[in-house]
Nanobody, 126 residues
Framework: QLQLVESGGGLVQPGGSLRLSCAAS????????IGWFRQAPGKEREGVSC????????NYADSVKGRFTISRDNAKNTVYLQMNSLKPEDTAIYYC???????????????????WGQGTQVTVSS
């Protein structure tokens, strides 16, 4: 199973930016669709963005469209989430996850996801 490690979280002021990274170890990441999910205190986990194995297809939650960009570098076994214009409501633990046979639509709903990282905290506050 794919092992995933997130990094890049931290504290940022509203309107600021962060770039999260999701690095895969062992098996090749380029067989997998990769998604970013988040969970805020007291709330259910939600899909943020997903990218296909090739990187051609992407999908975003309505709440982050136009602010977040997902990308991948299969040569480096890494997927990125560039987060701009951050808002306090973006505060959450962010997780990356992998799915072997999932579309970006199914991925965003958390379907057919088999591997999860440990998460990285993002806090947006002044």
């Amino acid at each position: 199973q794919l092992q995933l490690v997130e990094s890049g979280g931290g504290l940022v002021q509203p309107g600021g930016s962060l770039r999260l990274s999701c690095a895969a170890s062992a098996l090749r990441m380029d067989y997998y669709a990769i998604g970013w999910f988040r969970q805020a205190p007291g709330k259910e986990r939600e899909g943020v963005s997903c990218i296909s194995s090739s990187g051609i297809s992407t999908n975003y939650a309505d709440s982050v469209k136009g602010r977040f960009t997902i990308s991948r570098d299969n040569a480096k076994n890494t997927v990125y989430l560039q987060m701009n214009s951050l808002k306090p409501e973006d505060t959450a633990i962010y997780y990356c996850a992998a799915g072997l046979r999932t579309t970006v639509q199914e991925c965003l709903m958390g379907r057919y996801i088999g591997s999860w990282g440990q998460g990285t905290q993002v806090t947006v506050s002044s």
